[in-house]
């Protein structure tokens, strides 16, 4: 009966919990409510998703590791994603020399999916690259990167086990080479809700009253 009532409380558990995918599109007016163009975030940013309810922390770090601003862009075609403002075009992208975006993964927990698009990527004839590194330390990277391309790319998976991913120019066959994070998803096994823990306890306290009037039961035989 003792393993009957655990298994029962595993069970109602599971079906109470549920993954949240959140979709964050940097550039994007109608999920962050942008208007048209270049817009400084200040170094850091939460972003918020309404659907899923999760957050996403971003930061910008210049070439030395420095704190510096980030621009979230709205433009046309695929000009539309997070960059830095210290890019020399003043594009509002990330420019090759210049830093990256760090995506701070320590404020979400039991992530299973981590995915990410790039724009404004242009092979030729300025052969921008664009390059995603693992880290677990803030405004540092090293080591081989998880990812680059030549090309805008979208919703790429990235290897789980980070607190950071950093998105990079790496393409040096131009000063201004830049590129933009166009967006980042995430999907996390969420814990039950409130109504569901005390949907999950009225059941572990019946099957417990169960047990109790059994025994009863069994004394008076």
């Known amino acids: 009966m003792k393993k009957l009532l655990i298994a029962g409380a595993l069970s109602l558990l599971a079906t109470t919990a549920h993954a949240a995918t959140g979709a ?63 890019d020399s075009t003043k594009d509002g992208e990330i420019e090759y020399g210049k830093g990256f975006v760090q995506i701070d993964m320590t404020h979400l927990v039991n992530v299973t999916s981590l995915k990410f ?25 090293s080591g081989a990167p998880l990812a680059t391309g030549f090309t805008d790319v979208t919703d790429q998976t990235l290897t789980l086990g980070y607190k950071y991913y950093d998105f990079v120019e790496i393409g040096a066959g131009s000063s201004d080479n830049n590129v933009l ?38 004394v008076a035989a």
């Open 181 to 218: 994070l166009d967006s980042v998803k995430v999907t996390a096994s969420a814990a039950p809700e409130p109504a569901s823990w005390a949907l999950m306890m009225a059941g572990v306290g019946a099957m417990g009253a169960a047990l109790r009037v059994r025994r009863r039961r069994i």
């Open 24 to 86: 964050f599109h940097f550039g994007s007016g109608s999920q962050f409510g942008w208007s048209s163009g270049i817009h400084d975030i200040g170094k850091t940013h939460l972003f918020f998703d309404t659907t899923s309810g999760l957050t996403l922390v971003a930061a910008g770090f210049d070439a030395a590791g420095k704190p510096t601003d980030l621009t979230a862009k709205n433009d046309s075609g695929d000009e539309n994603g997070m960059g830095l403002a210290n």
């Open 117 to 141: 698009s790039m724009g404004s990527t242009t092979k030729s004839p300025k052969d921008e690259e664009w390059a995603v590194y693992g880290s677990n330390t803030s405004g540092s990277y």
